[in-house]
């Protein structure tokens, strides 16, 4: 009798336990990137939130900044110079300059100044990212958006999937498929 109980119990606490079990996003590797999103909804536990969008096709972009002039004893007022920005339609900048000289990098602060050193700390250079320059020169002026290339004329469809954990775990998808795991 004993021997029933017990086992009647133990199979209650591991079917309570299992109940709370996600195994993924984060254990058994049971989603891997390329993955639909239907499959990975069928093998993982629900998340916490869902939420889809469409993401804006990737466009040229001119992005202005207005920063201090270099110091000219000469002159008693500081102006100020145009930092252009020029990203291809992969986000990426192709050009920049300042007043219509053109730069390889620049550290876009308080006084934009020309490096040619690659690893100088807060500096921006050709072949950097949107997200870089955001993070470095910050909310630009104005910014002037192209037009999407034939290629890049349909937005695609983002969904995210955000899991609680542990780890908290957030799944993306483009157009139903996993692109990234983000932890």
Known sequence: MFRKW?????????????????PCPSSF??????????QVLKSCCAPVSQKTYKKEPPV????????????????????????LVRFDDTGKI???????QTLESTNCSNTATVSFAVNTPNTIQVGDSMEKVKTICGKPKSIQ???????????????????????????????????????
């Open 6 to 22: 017990y086992a009647i119990s133990l199979f209650t606490l591991s079917t309570i336990a299992y109940a709370d079990f996600c």
């Open 60 to 83: 040229p972009q001119d992005w202005v900044y207005s920063i201090p002039a270099p110091p000219n004893p000469g002159n008693a007022i500081q102006g100020s110079v145009l930092l």
């Open 94 to 100: 192709y050009n920049m300059n300042i007043n219509a």
């Open 29 to 38: 590797n049971l989603i891997h990137l390329g993955d639909p999103l239907a």
């Open 145 to 183: 958006k192209g037009l999407p290339t034939e290629d890049n004329t349909v937005a695609p469809t983002i969904t995210e999937l955000q899991y609680a954990g542990p780890p908290p775990v957030t799944l993306i998808f483009e157009n139903a498929k996993l692109t990234q795991i983000q932890k």
